[in-house]
């Protein structure tokens, strides 16, 4: 036998020290699907639990606004834009549920953990900047699309005409409105520290804009300097478009509807992300 060592194919030397990444870098270079998922779930749940105030309650409330403004006003032998008042006014206030629901529901999530103290739950999981965005948007489109369907049924059985002409306008201004408003409460929740700041935003610029964006007219009536303002205001795309989808006319330009929303939902993406990194309001 030979008194030479025997070579063997382990090494047992020590590897080398692995770099760590920088505070604050996820090591994950991939989406986190699994808690992506968990915090839309969570977010689903939470309005799911109480759904008599989230869900069925708007509906219940916007159907009394239709009652009101064809019955109680004698309106329902009124055309506009050559279909029946009622007609007119149902896709308006559907897609009017849905984006003021949307904003509720985004500008609860951030903001109660504030003055709860649980915003750690929301902080500390494995998941980026991205995709705490992502979830709590998508958690606010649902409820508004759980809303716009309770909405539609209750005007159907209600004996509205709510039929569809172009579902594409319908998916898309619904879309991306309720995207616009769940950025916008994400906003909300970031800046208020407490529930009055939050009913602030919503009783002097959600409402105002949701209500003076033609849901309950047409601007061809208005004053040339008050058709010039609504052209400014994004509800008003939103509302005409996805009324296009039902009745097939509108009093807007189509495209730059797409184009306005668009472009808006890419900058308040990217403000709400630049804020979340920041952490401004958030982190200590």
């Not at 985004?106 to 992502?134: A, C, H, N, R, W």
């Not at 004996?159 to 906003?187: K, P, Q, R």
């Amino acid at each position: 036998m030979s008194d030479q060592p025997q070579s063997h194919d382990t090494d047992f030397r020590m590897p080398e020290a692995r770099t760590l990444p920088e505070p604050g870098v996820p090591s994950i270079a991939f989406v986190n699907w699994v808690g992506l998922r968990t915090l839309y779930i969570k977010e689903v749940r939470r309005f799911f639990k109480v759904q008599l105030q989230t869900v069925w309650a708007p509906a219940v409330t916007t159907l009394l606004f239709l009652v009101i403004f064809t019955v109680a006003l004698g309106r329902g032998d009124r055309e506009v834009l050559g279909v029946p008042f009622n007609t007119f006014l149902a896709p308006g206030l559907i897609v009017m549920g849905m984006i003021q629901n949307a904003f509720a529901n985004s500008s609860f999530s951030l903001l109660v953990g504030k003055i709860q103290g649980t915003i750690v739950d929301y902080l500390m999981p494995p998941l980026s900047t991205l995709e705490l965005l992502i979830a709590l948007v998508a958690g606010a489109v649902t409820r508004a699309f759980c809303v716009g369907i309770a909405v539609w049924v209750a005007m159907w059985l209600w004996g509205i005409d709510v039929s569809t002409e172009h579902v594409w306008a319908i998916v898309y201004f619904g879309l991306m409105g309720s995207i616009m408003l769940a950025f916008l409460g994400v906003l909300t929740s970031i800046w208020a520290e407490k529930f009055d700041h939050a009913a602030a935003v919503t009783n002097f610029l959600v409402a105002p804009l949701a209500l003076l964006s033609g849901t309950f007219y047409t601007i061809e009536r208005l004053d040339p300097i008050f058709q010039a303002v609504s052209a400014l205001n994004p509800f008003f795309y939103v509302i005409s478009g996805f009324r296009y989808g039902f009745i097939g006319a509108t009093d807007s330009n189509l495209a730059m509807g797409v184009v306005v929303l668009l472009a808006l939902n890419i900058g308040l993406c990217a403000l709400c992300y630049g804020l979340l990194v920041r952490g401004w309001k958030i982190k200590s």
